[in-house]
């Protein structure tokens, strides 16, 4: 019998609940997901709700890590404008709940994150929450919000051709 795989916390992809789906040949039933996820079968993100760890999941369950590098390969084909509005607003939804009520932005959100990206997040929920503090009052927050879905979208489209 071969020994288990090895985890490397550098190795590692972050999904949603969705997303990790697509790994199995069923998908996980939602009460099962996260009875998992609550014993420590499946491996949840420090600092990002919602995510979790694939790879460090698949080790702890004795199976093969997804590829990283074929990963990124893919992730590479997505637009840089594209990518940035969707780490962006990632980083705005995990610091501001209010933008859940607002309407999405026109663009999909990646189903799965590198290291790279979680690190690039983090960092925008920093500055985000530092311009969120310039906004006192509630018709100022109001507008900003609107403001930045808009110039978000455009953004993520600006470089498509």
């Given at each position: 019998m071969s020994a288990a795989p090895k985890y490397d916390p550098n190795n590692e992809i972050f999904v949603?609940?969705?997303?990790?789906?697509?790994?199995?040949?069923?998908?996980?039933?939602?009460a099962t997901f996260h009875r998992w996820v609550s014993e420590g079968k499946i491996k949840k993100a420090r600092d990002l709700e919602g995510w979790y760890l694939l790879n460090k999941t698949l080790v702890h369950?004795?199976?093969?890590?997804?590829?990283v590098e074929e990963f990124r390969q893919e992730r590479q084909?997505?637009?840089?404008?594209?990518?940035?509005?969707?780490?962006?607003?990632?980083?705005?939804l995990q610091s501001d709940?209010?933008?859940?009520?607002l309407s999405p932005p026109r663009f999909k959100l990646p189903g799965t994150l590198t290291p790279e990206e979680v690190g690039k997040i983090q960092i925008l929920k920093?500055?985000?929450?530092k311009?969120?503090?310039?906004?006192?009052?509630?018709?100022?927050?109001?507008?900003?919000?609107?403001?930045?879905?808009d110039a978000l979208d455009a953004a993520a489209f600006v470089d498509r051709e």
């Open positions: 949603r609940r969705e997303d990790f789906d697509r790994v199995f040949l069923k998908a996980i039933p939602k369950q004795g199976m093969e890590p997804v590829d084909e997505v637009p840089q404008g594209l990518k940035n509005s969707q780490l962006l607003y990632i980083a705005v709940a209010a933008f859940e009520i920093a500055e985000h929450l311009v969120m503090d310039l906004y006192t009052e509630r018709s100022e927050r109001i507008i900003y919000r609107h403001g930045f879905l």
